[in-house]
């Protein structure tokens, strides 16, 4: 990955996009590529970095803010959808003893007693799948949050240039 800011930055004389140089005898530089055809410098890549780290620390707060108010929307959502399907469990549960004793005590025929437990036994684990999968997919918000941490961390410790000197290997 030689320029992971590759078509973001564009010459102010002729809109051509810049191109990143990290070459040991000068220091890493923006530069037009087109600079022979006017008189166009270039800038020194620190000075990209530094803005571009402004700018990702600038909106953390609004990013945490608009995932705080998402997350608790999405966590309620999660929640209730969770809920919802352990009822729904739990009266599978109840409905199947409920068939086995229809079957056992009340004389209900084999054939629909079979018929009926096959459909609660398939519905359980259909709700049991979505179950599960509710609860995986509510565990990656609180992920997603720690990553906001990390990064926040990263720029509190580095000022944000080795955190962009590790994006760009340099």
């Known amino acids: ?100 004793d229809r079957y056992t005590e009340d004389g209900m025929p084999k054939e629909i007693f079979d018929k009926l437990k096959d459909k609660v036994t398939n519905e359980k684990r259909e709700v049991t799948l979505s179950l599960q999968e509710e609860q995986q997919e509510a565990v990656s918000t609180i992920d997603y949050a720690g990553k906001i941490v990390t990064f926040q961390n990263a720029i509190d410790v580095t000022g944000g240039q080795l955190f962009l000197d590790e994006v760009l290997h340099i």
């Not at 078509?7 to 890493?28: K, P, T, V, W």
């Not at 600079?35 to 803005?51: K, L, N, P, Q, T």
């Not at 995932?67 to 599978?92: F, S, V």
């Open 1 to 100: 990955l030689s320029n992971p800011l590759a078509s973001l930055f564009y010459c102010a004389e002729c809109g051509y996009a810049m191109a990143y140089r990290n070459d040991e005898r000068i220091q890493q530089r923006f530069f037009c590529r087109r600079r022979e055809v006017h008189r166009s410098g270039s800038i020194m890549a620190r000075y990209i970095f530094d803005d571009v780290a402004d700018a990702l620390e600038a909106e953390i707060p609004n990013f945490k803010m608009l995932l705080n108010e998402n997350a608790n929307d999405e966590i309620k959502r999660k929640e209730q959808t969770i809920a919802a399907l352990q009822k729904r469990l739990a009266d599978l549960e109840q409905k199947e003893l409920s068939l086995w």
